[in-house]
């Protein structure tokens, strides 16, 4: 009777270390595909992105078009406070930032664009200014 407790102990024994070795594992494959995932992805809210992205179009699409370049400055300036820290990725925030340079800089405020553009870059490097902005101001300011 005493061999078969001590089998059942060195049993429970094996079947505990196996257990750890699987929760670690699972534990460092969990850990990776949170690094893996871009900066703010975790902690983004999808509804207020989606809120962000719309003022954004209408700023561009309609104020934009209709030269109402102080109406889209404060539309995206709007949506860049939506934001906030944390509720939209990197992504979408730098492209609120470059929108608004680019309306900035078409509004005449050539520092604030370009300060925007640089707060865009910091937060994704590969960002680039959307074609249909290119304009002879924004070719003078130095930013394409």
Do not use: H
């Not at 989606?50 to 561009?60: C, P, R």
């Not at 209709?66 to 939506?82: D, E, F, H, P």
Request: glycine share 8%; charged share 25%.
């Amino acid at each position: 009777m005493l061999a078969r407790a001590g089998g059942s102990d060195v049993q429970r024994n094996v079947l505990t270390a196996v257990a750890r070795r699987r929760l670690s594992w699972i534990v460092f494959v969990v850990v990776a595909i949170v690094a893996a995932m871009p900066t703010g992805a975790l902690a983004a809210d999808p509804k207020v992105e989606k809120e962000a992205q719309a003022l954004e179009k209408k700023a561009i699409e309609e104020d934009s078009l209709n030269v109402n370049y102080a109406g889209a400055i404060k539309k995206l300036q709007s949506a860049i406070s939506k934001c906030g820290a944390d509720k939209c990725t990197s992504g979408v925030k730098a492209a609120l930032l470059r929108d608004l340079g680019a309306m900035q800089i078409l509004n005449g405020n050539v520092d604030e664009g370009k300060a925007s553009f640089g707060q865009a870059i910091s937060m994704d490097a590969t960002i680039e200014l959307d074609p249909s902005y290119k304009s002879p101001s924004s070719k003078a300011s130095g930013t394409t």
